[in-house]
Every structure is written in structure tokens, then in C-alpha cells.
């Protein structure tokens, strides 16, 4: 699932005053959802298919079906329609799971009313990846491939490039197109190529195409220049990434309409960029009136991410009387995805972190971590894993993956950025690849929760691990936290070998609050034997504490109040 928000527009509809409430409840949360009225309930169905991105009906099945049969028409445009029974127990994706995001709509019904989602899209419910909820266009025999995916049908996986997929089942295998078999084939290609009956092509985001224009130029005029080039060269439009241009076209209606009408993104380059980039066929007419000896050709080669060296100019400038284009093709780029697993509870994993370990066909992690996610990757998915103390080891192995052009996860704890793989596997990654951070709930954050509020004002985080970092500068560190009044969370605060470090600490942030500052120990938080400890600066004793613990330290106006850590924020104004 990729759990995105709810559809824009969303209709409710019901016949009963059960439904009625359940919609309420909808409503309430979803401020683009409301319900639709009509003479009757066939009649406000048929309005809100018609009005909606998508449509919850609290009726029975069986009648939205009727109502619905003589009105379908393609799945890709379609409103999703997910059916809800009286007593609100299951949420059934009926129509539009993948295109229309009927899948993720009834996972968040189901959220919001306690129901049981019911998706009985085949690729969800085996967790194999459905061909179109890859994010690119797919083409072709989509259906045949799928099924053949799903029954172990011997699969050819012929791909131009080699593009990030997310993991696919041993039966999908990459071949060289030059074979020949009668079997399913699944291609990734911007190139057009001939369709069958067992052939499914996936567009890849690989052609940019850089337009220049004169002002006023007509849509019309870029469109068909655009769709004639391409077609020329043997190349998709399913797989344009984006339109590129100058800074000064940003606002030409020509080619904004155009960007539109193909519904992908206007990237603009400042003529200063734009004239660094070595092109064929430089005008310096052009030069004069823009600044740059090249629109189309420079912007194509730029693409969105200004990376010149990672594309191929496929067709050189070619003009019209207001327009130019012409079209590059980038090389694809390795993804790693670094995951916050959150602190340890499955319901504290974010619903795009569980998207991003999908969407990898390799996870590099450490060994307990992957265990606690080995229920949600996809089959085929390939593992890395390793023990404690392997940290630059396994942020080197993902890195590496990614410049090979895979898909990759890093999982850490936490935030990945808080004490966890983020930092080290940024120090080896560069230009090469892209890279996307998942936020995730810290142990902090988890512990805060568990102790009241502690964490409602100003805050430092601190390890108290001099491993890697010198206790001189560990101890400068907390002192700066102690005379800046700061509530302080220490991360790695206690071990077997490192046993006076959480007391040296204390003593430092005694020396300027209060003996009677509250502090919370916090072990396991969200993990099977979670427990809380309170005790102040004086009464801790730092043998409740080990490495699967934070401890909280109030500031000096952190109080207790009915057993709960609270640190005033202060929103009374002060005189």
C-alpha cells in the first residue's frame, strides 16, 4: 500500500441512519469528503460518481453494483468506490483499487471506523507489486502479465536500462530481448515497440524534452512539434519526466498549457546555467536574445536535476516558426530510501516507511531490526543484514547497491537521522544516486510520551557513548546542556563496560538544578518488557539503567503532576 491522503474529492453516501453516522464520522475527519444527497440513495450514488474522485457507499454491495454496472467506463479514470455495511465492520474495495486508489481508501475507512478493509486485488493480497502501482505508466497487456506474475509463469524481465524496480518474484527473470520464447515478457523501455497479448511495457521517466520558444507561441504549435519529434525518434511520450525551458519562459502559456495537457512538470534554468552546458548546435542569435547559446538542447541535456553528464541528447533542436525542441535521454539513477523504523511497535512505523520497504528489492539493516519488518517486504525481496557494530559496513553495502542502480532501504531505529544509518550513509553517498530520508518516531519521542510531557520545551539530545566520540567532548556537551537550562534526553546512556559515564552526567546537571528535578527512565519503549522508572537528580540509581534505555532530565521548571513528567511551555504571556 502506499497509503497516500484521501482523493481529493469525496462523495458519502447513504440510505440508513447508521450510514448517516458513520459518514459524520468521515466527514469530520476529511474535510474534502461530504455527503450526497439525492431523491434517493440510487440517485445520490449516481451524483457523487459523477461529482467525486471517489465515492464510500454505506450500502449493500449487491446495490451499488446495480447502480453502478451501466456506468463504468475505464478503470484509469474512474472514481474509486469503496462499499461500507451497516454496522460499519468491513470497508470493501470494490471498484478502482490500484488506478482509482480504492485499496489504500478502504485501508483508511477502515482506520477511521474500526472496520476490517477487504481488498481482494490479487497482487495485494499476496503482496507482490501490481505492474500499475509502480508509479510509472504501464502499457499493454497488463492483466495477462499480472496473472502470469501470480501464477508462477516464467516472466522475461527486458529492461533498456537498468531502472530501481522494487523486487520481483524469482519467476520474473531479465533475459536478453534478443530471445526468443513464446512466453510473457515484461519491458521497461521508452521506446515504442510492438504490443501482444503477452507483452506488458513499463515507462520508465527516462526523456526530457527542452523547448524554446518565441513569445505567444500556440500550444498547439509546441504540442505538435513535441509529439512529432518523439515520434520520429521511435520514443514514448508515456515516458517524458518533465518539459524544460528557461527562466524566462516559465510563464509562457504555450508551453505551461502544453506541460499540462501531459501531465508532467515545467522545469525552468536560469540562462546563466543553461549556457554551461556544451550543446551541438549553439545559436548565438539566440545567445543575444537569451542569453545562452542553447534553450531546448541545454534544458533537455539539464533535465530536472541539472546533471548534463548523466544524459544523451537523442534528437537535436528542431524548430517550427515560434517553437524549438529537443528531446535527451537520462541514464537512470540508483534510489536509497533511509528508513526511521520508529522506536519498536508496528504501529509506530509510518505508513511510508512501510511504502518505501515495499517499493526496495534490497533492505540493508541490522539483524533484530530486519526481523521486525521481514512480515512486510515484498517476495523476492533481497536482505543484507548484520550485526552490532557493522554500521559503516552495511552503509557502504547500501550505498553500493544504490550506484548499481537498485532500489535500496537502510533501516535504522528510530529516525534514521537521530543516532542511527542517515549520517554514515551520507558520507559515502554522492551524485550518483538518489536519496530519499523516511522520517520516523525517535526513542525520545517515544519515551516522552510514555512520561507525560517532558520534552515541552527547549531540549538537547545527547549520547553518552565516548566510542567514537571523546568523553572531553561529550562532557563539554552536557555541561553546555546544564548551564543552558536545557530538559536533556541521553541516548546510549549505559552499558557493561561504560558503567560511570550516566553518573558523571547527572552530577553535571545537578551542579545547576534543582536535587529535586524530575528524571525518566524509559526502557524498551513500545517493545515487548517496556518499563518506566521515575526518580529525580538525587534518588536515581544508574544501575536501573542499560543501552536499551533513555533517560529524561527535566529542567528546572519540569515538575511532576498526578505521576507524569510535564515541562511547562509557557504560552501565558510573560510581562
Not at 93 to 106: F, V, Y
Not at 283 to 304: D, H, I, K, N, Y
Not at 326 to 346: D, I, K, Q, Y
Request: proline share 7%; hydrophobic share 45%.
Amino acid at each position: 500500500m502506499n497509503h497516500q491522503n484521501p482523493p481529493a474529492r469525496i462523495g458519502l453516501v447513504a440510505a440508513t441512519a447508521a450510514g448517516r453516522r458513520h459518514a459524520d464520522t468521515l466527514a469530520t475527519a476529511w474535510p474534502h469528503a461530504r455527503l450526497v444527497e439525492g431523491e434517493s440513495a440510487a440517485d445520490a450514488l449516481r451524483s457523487a460518481w459523477a461529482e467525486c474522485d471517489a465515492v464510500v457507499a454505506f450500502l449493500a454491495t449487491g446495490a451499488v453494483v446495480r447502480i453502478l454496472a451501466p456506468l463504468l467506463g475505464d478503470k484509469r479514470t474512474d472514481p474509486a468506490v469503496v462499499v461500507v455495511d451497516e454496522a460499519a465492520r468491513h470497508a470493501v474495495a470494490l471498484l478502482g483499487g490500484h488506478a482509482g486508489g480504492g485499496n489504500d481508501l478502504a485501508e483508511q475507512v477502515g482506520a477511521m471506523l474500526d472496520a476490517r478493509p477487504v481488498i481482494t486485488t490479487a497482487t495485494d493480497a499476496v503482496g507482490l507489486p501490481g505492474l500499475d502501482t509502480l508509479g510509472w505508466p504501464v502499457q499493454g497487456a497488463v492483466a495477462a502479465v499480472s496473472r502470469a506474475i501470480l501464477d508462477g509463469e516464467p516472466v522475461r524481465l527486458i529492461a533498456d536500462a537498468d531502472w530501481p524496480l522494487p523486487a520481483l518474484p524469482p519467476n520474473v527473470r531479465t533475459t536478453d530481448e534478443d530471445a526468443v520464447d513464446d512466453g510473457y515478457r515484461l519491458l521497461v523501455t521508452d521506446r515504442v515497440v510492438p504490443l501482444d497479448e503477452r507483452t506488458a511495457v513499463l515507462r520508465p521517466p527516462s526523456l526530457v524534452a527542452g523547448v524554446g520558444a518565441s513569445r505567444g507561441v500556440p500550444a498547439a504549435e509546441v504540442g505538435e512539434l513535441l509529439h512529432r519529434v518523439l515520434a520520429e525518434a521511435g520514443l514514448d511520450p508515456a515516458s517524458l519526466r518533465c518539459l524544460a525551458t528557461a527562466d524566462v519562459k516559465a510563464d509562457e502559456a504555450g508551453i505551461v498549457s502544453t506541460a499540462d495537457a501531459l501531465g508532467v512538470p515545467l522545469v525552468t534554468w536560469p540562462a546563466t546555467r543553461l549556457a554551461t552546458v556544451d550543446v551541438p548546435h549553439p545559436s548565438e542569435v539566440v545567445r543575444a536574445a537569451v542569453g545562452t547559446p542553447s534553450v531546448a538542447e541545454a534544458a533537455a541535456l539539464l533535465g530536472p536535476a541539472g546533471r548534463p553528464d548523466d544524459a544523451t541528447l537523442l534528437v537535436g533542436k528542431t524548430a517550427t516558426a515560434m517553437a524549438t525542441v529537443a528531446v535527451a535521454r537520462h541514464a537512470p539513477r540508483g534510489r536509497l530510501a533511509v528508513v526511521g523504523l520508529g522506536p519498536g511497535a508496528a504501529d509506530l512505523r509510518t505508513p511510508r516507511a512501510v511504502a518505501e520497504l515495499r517499493r526496495a528489492a534490497v533492505v540493508v539493516g541490522l539483524d533484530q531490526y530486519l526481523e521486525q519488518v521481514r512480515d512486510v517486504l515484498r517476495p523476492g525481496t533481497r536482505v543484507l543484514s548484520s550485526g552490532l557494530g557493522a554500521e559503516e559496513e552495511r552503509a557502504r553495502a547500501a550505498v553500493a547497491e544504490a550506484v548499481a542502480g537498485r532500489a535500496v532501504a537502510l533501516v535504522g531505529s528510530g529516525d534514521a537521522g537521530v543516532y542511527a544509518m542517515a549520517s554514515p550513509a551520507l558520507e559515502y553517498a554522492d551524485e550518483r544516486i538518489d536519496v530519499v530520508g523516511v522520517p520516523g518516531v525517535t526513542a525520545a519521542l517515544a519515551a516522552g510520551a510514555l512520561l507525560g510531557a517532558p520534552l515541552g520545551h527547549d531540549h538537547a539530545y545527547l549520547s553518552l557513548s565516548d566510542l567514537h566520540t571523546p568523553w572531553e567532548v561529550i562532557e563539554r556537551r552536557v555541561t553546555a546542556a546544564a548551564e543552558g537550562d536545557f530538559v536533556t534526553v541521553f541516548y546510549n546512556p549505559r552499558s557493561r563496560a561504560r558503567d560511570w559515564q550516566l553518573g558523571k552526567a547527572l552530577g553535571i546537571l545537578a551542579a545547576h538544578r534543582p536535587p529535586d528535578t524530575p528524571v525518566g527512565v524509559v526502557r524498551n519503549a513500545s517493545r515487548p518488557g517496556e518499563r518506566l522508572h521515575l526518580a529525580t537528580l538525587t534518588t536515581l540509581d544508574p544501575t536501573v539503567v542499560d543501552m536499551y534505555s533513555v533517560v529524561v532530565v527535566g529542567n528546572s521548571d519540569t515538575r511532576l503532576v498526578a505521576g507524569r513528567m510535564v515541562t511547562p511551555r509557557g504560552y501565558r504571556w510573560r510581562s
